[in-house]
């Protein structure tokens, strides 16, 4: 694994030929003009980007095919002198009683570690070695460290014995559950949170990377997912 990089802040000044006012017009109300078009997270090339003229208004691209992607909102809207944008990120969550992407990758790291080692009894890095490095991680950067975590536990996982699986361990509320059960479990737990977080980012206008199988920004030659009845004929069975 290469180590995490905790980037500074990027500060850039520029000065142009404008008073403030039209400077203001030019960067908030015709940022089309001057937005590089390969800069898009949208399937459709840009056609044009709004920014709504108030705090709390969208910042968003509108596609040559009508489709909208949204990357984020006015934090402050004070012409001339102030414009502030925050980016739809990782720390983007759907409903105010929702979990935002950052605290549910979070929450899988720490909460599988905590799993395994407590309920399928193997044994797991200090918890100080958890989340990645900086105060805004990226979601490669959880995903990195997942994967990390996932190859220490597969040689203690391939080393069981049937006895080894079927010993009786603890569980919450105080229950005795075998441990194939316990691991299957956390298997099933898992798949809500990958669902969770694969609903979040495409909401959030991110890239969706592949987990097992392909998403909608990630795929390859092999990929043969079934969504018909087709395609599951292809099993020959």
Request: hydrophobic fraction near 40%; glycine fraction near 6%; include cysteine.
């Amino acid at each position: 694994m290469s180590p995490s990089i905790n980037v500074a802040p990027v500060r850039k000044r520029v000065w142009v030929n404008a008073d403030p006012a039209r400077a203001f017009d030019l960067f908030a109300s015709q940022m089309r003009a001057w937005w590089p078009k390969q800069h898009s997270i949208n399937s459709s090339p840009i056609k044009d980007i709004i920014v709504e003229p108030h705090a709390g208004g969208r910042w968003m691209e509108r596609g040559e095919d009508g489709s909208e992607c949204l990357w984020g909102k006015v934090l402050a809207w004070e012409p001339p002198a102030r414009l502030e944008f925050e980016w739809r990120g990782v720390n983007f969550k759907p409903h105010e009683k929702t979990n935002p992407i950052r605290t549910i990758l979070a929450h899988q790291l720490l909460s599988e570690r905590r799993f395994f080692a407590q309920f399928v009894g193997t044994e797991e890095p200090p918890v100080e070695e958890l989340l990645p490095a900086g105060d805004k991680p990226t979601v490669a950067a959880y995903i990195e460290k997942y994967v990390g975590l996932a190859k220490r536990r597969l040689p203690q996982l391939a080393k069981g014995t049937a006895a080894w699986w079927l010993e009786s361990r603890p569980f919450f509320g105080g229950l005795q559950r075998e441990r194939i059960w316990v691991f299957w479990r956390r298997v099933l737990h898992t798949c809500h949170h990958r669902t969770q977080v694969q609903t979040w980012l495409r909401l959030a206008g991110q890239q969706v990377p592949a987990i097992y199988g392909p998403s909608g920004d990630v795929t390859w030659d092999e990929a043969d997912p079934t969504y018909s009845v087709e395609a599951e004929k292809r099993s020959g069975k």
